[in-house]
Nanobody
Framework: QVMLVESGGGLVQPGGSLRLSCAAS????????MSWVRQAPGKGREWVSD????????YYADSVKGRFTISRDNAKNTVYLQMNSLKPEDTAVYYC??????????????WGQGTQVTVSS
């Protein structure tokens, strides 16, 4: 079955950096777009970034554009999120998602368990 395991979260000071990783298994990783989604305490889910199956196309939410970089290594079945210039408002649980689809009625896809990122001094 599909398994997505995120890692790399933690506590970081404002202006700092973290790199999240998501190790995938149970499917042909190189055939699927991958996404990162976050959810802050008491708030709804927020789409962060997408990367196409071969990594040729990337997309970012305006809130992270220029600070975050998504990448993937299809040989290692892993997708990454490099987060620089972190702000307190980036504090959230970050989820790796396979084949994310966002509809008015809800979101679909296969989700990891999430990794906590806390930005605080």
């Amino acid at each position: 079955q599909v398994m997505l395991v995120e890692s790399g979260g933690g506590l970081v000071q404002p202006g700092g950096s973290l790199r999240l990783s998501c190790a995938a298994s149970g499917f042909t990783f190189s055939s699927y777009a991958m996404s990162w989604v976050r959810q802050a305490p008491g708030k709804g889910r927020e789409w962060v970034s997408d990367i196409s199956s071969r990594g040729l196309s990337t997309y970012y939410a305006d809130s992270v554009k220029g600070r975050f970089t998504i990448s993937r290594d299809n040989a290692k079945n892993t997708v990454y999120l490099q987060m620089n210039s972190l702000k307190p408002e980036d504090t959230a649980v970050y989820y790796c998602v396979k084949d994310l689809r966002r509809y008015a009625t809800g979101w679909s896809g296969s989700w990891g368990q999430g990794t906590q990122v806390t930005v605080s001094s």
